[in-house]
């Protein structure tokens, strides 16, 4: 067991109550860059050098997690967050909460969650009454806002340590720079979404840079993925990038990339037209449109065919079959809902699985 001072929960009198709580950065973060501050996305110096919205957002936790064993038959949660909003299109369990999961039978299976109530600081209980035993968790951190401090309590007997069992290769991540579909709106809970799937199914690290109407090829940000060193790099910014932006940015990014590392697999992925697109009058001049949203992915596919006559292990994935054709798959038209993740997740599943496999 590792050697940590427990914080125990005290009752009226000053008595122990039979749950302990510990620091959760003891334990082994998954989902962050190196040199990231606890539950934090981006490094401190990144600050100085990505756009400010940029830097806000990679203060969300979305995609950190926390790898822990432990033979509790109860699991707490106590965490503080920066802020407290509320977002319309997501839950507060996606936005402000945590989820927890299991590696039992060869898979990670879902135990609960913790609820977030209407405070920065929050105490939920995920679980109670299990069986006796070790088991190796997954501890999902919130989607939508920054994790000042975090803490898991269990039974004052019980232990609780680093992982026992590696399970989730930590070595050569899968980083996908994005959108606020990469960041995770709008799935239900923290492992809802398609790259917390991906992570679980594939058992290898995934960080998640999905920036809320920031994703925009910017090889700014991609300074901070390349010491990763990264498996796959997967760029879904087309959604946030106007055409323009597309055939500035990316070839600069990809050139970036190559210029470190000439090999590593890039996959380009197009924007999903969004539901609502297909009642709108159409003009090519305004975000959303049929006919904007066919300008982005054009723009993509220009830059990918000449690019690849310039580097090699470059790929491209269509928006067509992304996350089915009935047009149910989203929360407002635009942000996937657990549907839409989960197709999301099945459509990339074979092609992370065939790129691993070169």
Not at 8 to 33: C, K
Not at 55 to 68: C, D, E, P, T, Y
Not at 344 to 357: G, K, Q, S, T, V
Request: some cysteine; glycine content about 6%; aromatic content about 10%.
């Amino acid at each position: 067991m590792i050697c940590l001072l427990p914080l125990r929960l005290l009752g009226q009198n000053n008595t122990p109550e039979p749950i302990v709580y510990w620091d959760a950065s003891n334990f082994e973060i998954l989902g962050a860059l190196p040199k990231n501050e606890s539950y934090r996305r981006l490094p401190a110096q990144a600050k100085k050098e990505v756009r400010p919205a940029v830097w806000s957002l990679s203060r969300n936790s979305a995609g950190v997690s926390i790898r822990f064993s432990s033979n509790s038959s109860t699991i707490k949660i106590r965490w503080t967050l920066d802020n407290m909003r509320i977002k319309g299109n997501m839950t507060p369990i996606a936005s402000n909460g945590l989820d927890l999961y299991a590696y039992t039978n060869g898979r990670w299976q879902f135990v609960g969650v913790a609820i977030p109530g209407e405070e920065l600081s929050n105490e939920a209980t995920v679980i109670t009454g299990m069986a006796k035993g070790n088991r190796e968790y997954l501890l999902n951190l919130p989607l939508y806002e920054g994790v000042e401090k975090l803490e898991i309590g269990v039974d004052e007997e019980a232990t609780i340590t680093k992982p026992m069992h590696a399970i989730i290769d930590r070595g050569n991540p899968i980083v996908f720079y994005g959108t606020s579909i990469t960041q995770g709106a709008s799935a239900s809970r923290p492992g809802l979404t398609y790259a917390a799937l991906l992570e679980r199914e594939i058992n290898k690290e995934v960080i998640n840079l999905g920036f809320s109407g920031n994703g925009r090829f910017e090889k700014e940000v991609m300074q901070y993925i390349m010491p990763s060193n990264p498996s796959i790099i997967v760029l879904d910014c087309t959604p946030n990038s106007a055409p323009d932006t597309i055939l500035n940015n990316l070839p600069e990014t990809i050139a970036f990339i190559r210029n470190i590392d000439d090999s590593v697999p890039i996959l380009l992925v197009e924007s999903i037209i969004r539901d609502y697109a297909f009642f709108k009058v159409d003009d090519p001049t305004k975000f959303g449109t049929l006919s904007y949203i066919q300008n982005q992915n054009n723009a993509l596919r220009q830059v990918y065919l000449d690019e690849k006559k310039r580097y090699k292990n470059l790929h491209y994935v269509y928006s067509k079959d992304l996350i089915g054709q009935d047009n149910e798959a989203t929360v407002d038209g635009t942000h996937f809902n657990d549907l839409g993740n989960y197709r999301m997740y099945e459509f990339l599943l074979p092609e992370l699985r065939n790129l691993l496999a070169q």
